[in-house]
């Protein structure tokens, strides 16, 4: 499941993963990104993922596909990307994908920063 959630500040687009994630999961977040995506404002991004039980392959080509197609918008738009999670080979990954795009920032904390997270991102 990902779900909106609000950290108090209006130029940050923050959501919550847990759970089984399918492609419903994903179209769902994408029709709240794609707005902003389209808007003239930039953003930031907040994700806490907390423990899921699996993510549809089907849900990440969905997600893959969306980034693609909307590759340059999100390279405009997103200022920065704060990960929230407790999975060492998460926050592993997510710097990995990210050195290939320095043009967002993007640090991860684990659950117990998640304060320091929010007040980074926003």
């Given amino acids: ?9 209006d130029q940050v687009l ?3 993963v847990e759970g089984e994630v399918d492609v419903q999961d994903m179209k769902a977040s994408q029709k709240v990104i794609k707005p902003e995506l389209e808007s003239a404002a930039p953003f930031n991004l907040y994700l806490e993922m907390a423990a899921t039980e699996g993510v ?4 990440v080509q969905e997600r893959v596909s969306f980034i693609l197609s909307n590759f340059s918008d999100v390279l405009d ?3 920065k990307i704060a990960l929230v999670t407790d999975k060492d080979w998460l926050q ?5 994908v990210f050195r290939m795009v320095p043009s967002i920032e993007q640090r991860s904390f684990s659950f117990e920063e998640k304060e320091a997270a ?3 991102v926003a």
């Fill in 92 to 96: 592993h990954l997510m710097s990995g």
């Fill in 14 to 16: 923050a959501f919550r």
């Fill in 118 to 120: 929010r007040r980074w």
């Fill in 1 to 9: 499941m990902i779900k909106k959630i609000d950290i108090g500040h």
């Fill in 56 to 59: 549809e392959p089907a849900a």
């Fill in 77 to 79: 738009k997103v200022k």
